[in-house]
């Protein structure tokens, strides 16, 4: 699904050079679950950005689909982030002004989805979250854990390849972190692909495979089942 070979990130700022990604090679298939783990500082977000076409490597290759991706060309790298990827952030980045039924409509409206079809699948995918007796609330109104379920429906709705989830969970109790880990999981089970940055030691089990960066390079790659596997197991 994605693929980057000898991937570098080198941020400048006033004449101070930080070297935060150092020749990653890393393959994401159809399917994964990966958590990306390891200490502060240590460039997962840098590479979850880069692998969500957030953000543009200072060099190395990238491939969407086996096709070399040529980041120059910014029309290519925003049709492939609106039709295929979605991002769950955090600090959920829900729009207060819109309520969780249209905050979920956003991404298909940006994708010139016609409206009957809008509704239709707004309503499936707040059912798949639990969402469907809220959709008419404004983000306030609903709880932590409830806002990031929005977040995954929003995510959901165009139906994407991969999924990003920078620290989903990092917002929220153990609870309803927990709840939000299952939601994934059950998603991953279902066929979607996730790649996840977590500190979390227990939220990595739910992954498939968990890789371990230190000083910007992979140091350790774990594959693994699943726990949502193993307690059905
Ligand atoms: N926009 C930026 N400008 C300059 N330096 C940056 C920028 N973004 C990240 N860095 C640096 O790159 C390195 C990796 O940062 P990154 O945010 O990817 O780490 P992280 O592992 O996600 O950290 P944390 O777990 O604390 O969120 C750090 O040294 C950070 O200071």
Redesign the pocket.
């Known amino acids: 699904m994605i693929s980057v070979q000898q991937l570098s990130r080198v941020?400048t700022?006033d004449d101070v050079e930080?070297s935060?990604l150092n020749q990653i090679n890393l393959q994401v298939s159809k399917g994964d679950f990966i958590a990306i783990m390891?200490?502060?500082?240590?460039?997962?977000?840098?590479?979850l950005n880069i692998l969500g076409l957030l953000d543009k490597p200072s060099s190395g290759d990238y491939f969407f689909q086996d096709k070399r991706l040529r980041f120059a060309q910014q029309g290519q790298v925003e049709r492939i982030r609106r039709q295929h990827f979605g991002y769950i952030f955090q600090s959920f980045n829900l729009i207060d002004s819109l309520t969780v039924a249209e905050n979920v409509e956003l991404p298909l409206i940006y994708q010139g989805v016609a409206a009957s079809e809008r509704a239709k699948r707004v309503k499936q995918v707040l059912a798949k979250t639990s969402m469907d007796h809220r959709a008419s609330h404004f983000p306030k109104q609903l709880s932590g854990g409830q806002q990031q379920r929005v977040a995954v429906a929003r995510a959901l709705v165009i139906e994407p390849a991969v999924i990003f989830a920078d620290?989903p969970t990092g917002n929220l109790d153990t609870r309803n972190g927990h709840d939000v880990m299952n939601l994934l999981a059950e998603l991953n089970e279902q066929g979607s692909t996730i790649v996840m940055?977590t500190?979390s030691e227990s939220h990595a089990t739910y992954g498939s495979r968990v890789i371990e960066?230190l000083d910007?390079e992979i140091v350790k790659e774990t594959r693994q089942q699943p726990m949502m596997e193993l307690a059905r197991a």
């Open positions: 941020f700022t930080t935060a390891g200490p502060s500082g240590c460039g997962k977000s840098t590479l620290e940055v500190h960066l910007g």
